[in-house]
């Protein structure tokens, strides 16, 4: 309880009391104001028994408090090393908490008891972080430690939603099939701390354990695994661990049916017009890419000479400019050679397309935009430092969270005369087996680790119709 809280309420209470007696008549009364919030987390006043008891026999351990306090998301917070078979309970009353263990305890071994962020006093909520206790069932307290930190291969960035477990068993099959005898958490930063240990040999494996069984149930799941094992000592090295998921394969783009339900209800009508959507902008084509539409639904079939390329106002040919159905059959591709601020026209002619429903143009159909001009875009040139060209780099180009350019590098710099504006963050993929893309790592079997990517700290601005330069150092 707060004791210091408890004797300045009495006296408060005191002192009005006091003005209400010796004041003649009617008074008004004003009410006295209140002080400082509290926001000092809950201390331990006792524990029973005490932190690091050695030769542990008992069953229940208990935490005295200096004020009430509530115990919330034990089981999203509570770590217990060794990891128990049974979870221990958990009960809390005033200011008083009590762990009663279900499991048998091992002989001669070091457990540690950490609450996270689950205790909080009563009133205020202030978090009593990282509250850890710790026993021994021996005559020592294990004291050797295990540090390092988990990166996501293909970003260079963190998941602090990770675990990282130790095993003792060599078998890959034992991440699949047992629990761990340790685990721990992410910090914001990616790192990690094992306390306590053993001088043993560990397996280090990390996963995001989204069912909270501590264990690699499918080759879909985020995971790691360390190269080798790792044997506990007095300068035990620290470990990194590159995490890695399959690689996604993109999705067909899928365009949402224009809202159109309400009115051909009410006309008795049935909208049989093929539908798309295109990737021009504000009615402008990128002189960098390649024009496409996207349809709602696959095509049944295509014809490439029922749909053609003209521009300028005399709607003049255009040579040497192709149109093609993708894969997924839900996308065609046009590929040009663009001119800067120039009028294009695409003329497609009502069975140019059908798709999966049947659904055709009701006539033929004229398309007309403009391409950007020279001036929107900025010249770029990147000079880096420090960067191993033996581990076949590939720089790219990153824009909210997605990479829209790959240039493998032959040379310390890069340079492109016209380059889309933007403030990119930039990544180097070293690409081990030069195919242009990350891959991702393979556990069973083979145990090969995934391509790494690493994070360029510093973070570019291309401005239009300037000549943008950079030298990097990695």
Not at 1 to 14: D, E, P, R, T, V
Not at 247 to 261: D, G, H, L, M, R
Not at 431 to 444: E, I, R, Y
Request: hydrophobic share 35%; aromatic share 10%; with cysteine.
């Amino acid at each position: 309880m707060n004791y210091k809280g408890l004797i300045s309420s009495i006296a408060i209470a005191a002192i009005v009391s006091g003005g209400l007696i010796s004041s003649p008549g009617c008074a008004n009364v004003v009410p006295p104001q209140g002080g400082p919030r509290d926001s000092l987390p809950p201390v331990l006043i006792n524990a029973e028994p005490g932190d690091s008891t050695r030769n542990f026999q008992g069953r229940k351990v208990t935490f005295v408090f200096d004020e009430f306090v509530d115990v919330q998301n034990v089981q999203e917070n509570l770590i217990v090393s060794p990891l128990p078979k049974q979870n221990p309970q958990i009960d809390f009353r005033l200011n008083t908490v009590t762990i009663k263990l279900k499991d048998s305890l091992e002989s001669n071994t070091t457990y540690t008891f950490d609450f996270g962020d689950a205790i909080k006093d009563f009133n205020e909520g202030n978090v009593l972080k990282k509250f850890t206790y710790t026993f021994s069932t021996g005559s020592y307290i294990d004291s050797l430690e295990l540090n390092g930190k988990v990166v996501m291969a293909e970003t260079g960035k963190v998941d602090s939603t990770l675990i990282v477990m130790l095993y003792t068993n060599e078998k890959d099959s034992a991440v699949i099939t047992e629990k761990p005898l340790y685990i721990t958490k992410l910090d914001t930063k990616g790192g990690f701390t094992f306390k306590n240990l053993p001088q043993k040999k560990f397996y280090v494996y990390a996963l995001k354990d989204e069912g909270g069984s501590h264990k690699y149930y499918s080759d879909k799941m985020t995971f790691a695994f360390a190269d080798k094992p790792v044997i506990t000592g007095d300068k035990t090295e620290p470990i990194t661990l590159y995490a890695y998921a399959p690689k996604q394969t993109a999705p067909p783009a899928v365009i949402a049916p224009t809202s159109n339900i309400g009115r051909n209800r009410i006309a008795g009508a049935v909208d049989k017009r093929l539908k798309y959507q295109t990737n021009l902008i504000a009615n402008q084509q990128d002189l960098l890419t390649n024009f496409y539409m996207n349809f709602d639904q696959p095509l049944r079939s295509f014809d490439s000479t029922k749909i053609l390329l003209y521009t300028d106002s005399t709607y003049a040919a255009v040579p040497a400019y192709s149109f093609k159905k993708d894969s997924t059959n839900r996308k065609i591709v046009l590929t040009y050679s663009w001119k800067e601020n120039t009028v294009y026209h695409i003329i497609m002619q009502k069975d140019f397309a059908e798709d999966s429903s049947g659904l055709k143009l009701l006539k033929t159909d004229t398309l007309t935009f403009i391409t950007k001009k020279l001036a929107e875009y900025g010249g770029l040139k990147i000079k880096f430092r420090n960067l191993d060209l033996a581990k076949n780099p590939v720089l790219l180009f990153v824009l909210n969270e997605t990479v829209v350019k790959s240039i493998p590098l032959k040379s310390n710099e890069f340079a492109e005369t016209i380059f889309l504006p933007g403030d990119y963050e930039l990544r180097i993929l070293y690409d081990d087996n030069k195919n242009g893309t990350w891959d991702p790592g393979q556990f069973a079997g083979k145990h090969k680790q995934p391509e790494i990517v690493r994070q360029v700290e510093r973070k570019i601005t291309v401005k239009p119709a300037w000549q943008n330069e950079f030298e990097i150092a990695l």
